[in-house]
């Protein structure tokens, strides 16, 4: 099948009281447009182009890298039947189309799969829904036979049609040899004074061509967004079907309303995720994994039985398993930890590797640092990686031990088994096994005098 797809993405969007065009405001950090466009690319399509108007560079640059897409500029918004005008010289003959709305992000493979299905010389598929409100919205209407005839847009809807409850969405295929015979044909003759594609489905019935009408799973797919609210909407659903899907994965979300995934999150067994936590980008996450409230982690690895504790943030790290991280710690990019490792309360990393069982406990910063296994980092450690222009790094040997409140001014290595001391400053190598003592004598002062206050 020569499966070709047309994106409807042109609208301004004024409801939105925004200067970015309405198909690019997000749902869960990824523009709307951008969820139809990955679903879309899951059915196989041989052609996707897509319609865009207002802010049509903004989209355009959006998308730069999806050099797949095909883009079609709609001048004038005159309907969603002349946006489809604008892409039919792009359709191949012998081609199904698939059309579908930029601001509706929800929608399923699976759905578009069955209209798809229903698709053949004789027929075309349209896809309605049930509303409890319909209030807005185009209804079907059947004949006494129940074959869907027209669709009849609220505005132009008599007092009787209006109590129809079967409504529709705008997604439809059809042949394209059906709608380049179709679409010369649409009037503007109506209350918006547009061209109509629902129009398409009474010249469908005029012609012999079947309209085979199916539905979605859920309303919630077929969920647009023309203002904040609704788009605060959309957020919601499309976080509630993440969370349930984790849920039935074997992960536990203490609140399901209080997580927030933005981008693809994989889970093992038996994972525990506490209160207003955000997964952001590709994020992995191993059997028996616990994460505490707050955490915001992006783009990282997670291994098995591994203990993020509350407030802590991690950005494109690799975590190996039976680590400990946190409270308040913050793994930068970069940033790898081998099996048992543990970073503590308020310290951060970035470009570190810690080596198995090696601890960093307390408020330290380790930066283009590697660190082998069994080390023993004191509270108040700086690697000092930057001089102002170059970054340079800092090796620290399998068990090593530095003393609180040091200093390690890169390039510099501490062999294995070597100890600096508290408070040192240390500029040079320090020797396997080796003690590095870098700091003033003390002087004890006798007599001393305390200042007063005046």
């Known amino acids: 099948m020569n499966l070709q797809i047309v994106i409807l993405a042109a609208g301004q969007g004024t409801r939105m009281k925004s200067t970015k ?139 009787q049609q209006r109590l129809v409850s079967e409504v529709n969405t705008g997604v439809m295929a059809v042949a394209a040899k059906h709608l380049k015979q179709w679409l010369p044909q649409l009037s503007n003759d109506n209350a918006q004074g547009e061209y109509y ?11 012999g061509v079947t309209v085979i009408a199916s ?32 849920m039935l994965n074997g992960a536990t979300l203490l609140d399901p309303a209080r997580v927030d995934i933005r981008g693809e999150l994989a889970t093992g067994r038996d994972v525990s995720i506490d209160i207003n936590c955000v997964f952001v980008g590709k994020v992995t996450i191993g059997d028996n994994v616990v994460i505490e409230p707050n955490c915001f982690i992006s783009d990282s690895e997670i291994g098995d039985n591994t203990v993020i504790k509350a407030n802590s943030v991690l950005e494109q790290a690799v975590v190996a398993e039976g680590c400990d991280i946190g409270p308040f710690a913050r793994l930068r990019p970069g940033t790898v930890l081998a099996n048992k490792a543990k970073i503590g309360n308020f310290v951060e990393t970035k470009k570190a590797i810690i080596g198995e069982g090696s601890k960093v406990n307390h408020l330290s910063y380790i930066g283009d640092c590697e660190v082998g296994i069994g080390a023993n980092i004191g509270a108040g450690t700086i690697t000092c990686n ?35 001391g508290a408070g040192a400053t240390v500029t040079s190598d320090v020797a396997a096994g080796e003690l590095a003592v870098a700091r003033a004598k003390q002087r004890n002062i006798a007599g001393w005098k305390r200042p007063v206050k005046k």
């Open 21 to 159: 065009p309405k198909v690019l405001h997000p749902v869960a950090g990824k523009p709307m447009v951008g969820h139809v466009i990955d679903t879309c690319k899951l059915i196989g399509a041989n052609k996707m182009a897509v319609v865009i108007g207002h802010g049509a560079d903004q989209v355009r640059q959006q998308f730069a890298s999806e050099v797949s897409l095909e883009w079609v500029e709609q001048l004038e918004q005159l309907g969603t039947g002349h946006a489809v005008q604008m892409a039919e010289p792009n359709l191949d003959d012998d081609a199904v189309v698939l059309i579908c709305y930029g601001d509706s992000p929800l929608i399923e493979a699976d759905t578009f799969q069955q209209l798809i299905k229903d698709v053949s010389d004789n027929s075309m598929a349209l896809l309605t829904v049930e509303m409890p409100d319909p209030t807005g919205y185009g209804r079907i209407i059947r004949d006494d036979s129940a074959n869907v005839i027209a669709i009849v847009e609220q505005k132009d809807a008599d007092e």
């Open 197 to 207: 594609l629902t129009d398409v489905i009474a010249l469908a019935a005029e012609n």
């Open 215 to 246: 539905q979605p799973a859920s309303v919630d797919e077929v969920m647009g967004a023309n203002n904040r609210v609704q788009l605060a909407e959309l957020e919601r659903c499309y976080q509630r079907q993440q969370v349930q899907r984790l």
């Open 386 to 420: 930057y001089d102002g222009v170059n970054k340079s790094k800092t090796e620290i040997g399998d068990g090593a031990f530095i003393g609180s409140n040091s200093s390690l001014v890169a390039p510099v290595k501490v062999g294995d088994g070597a100890t600096v």
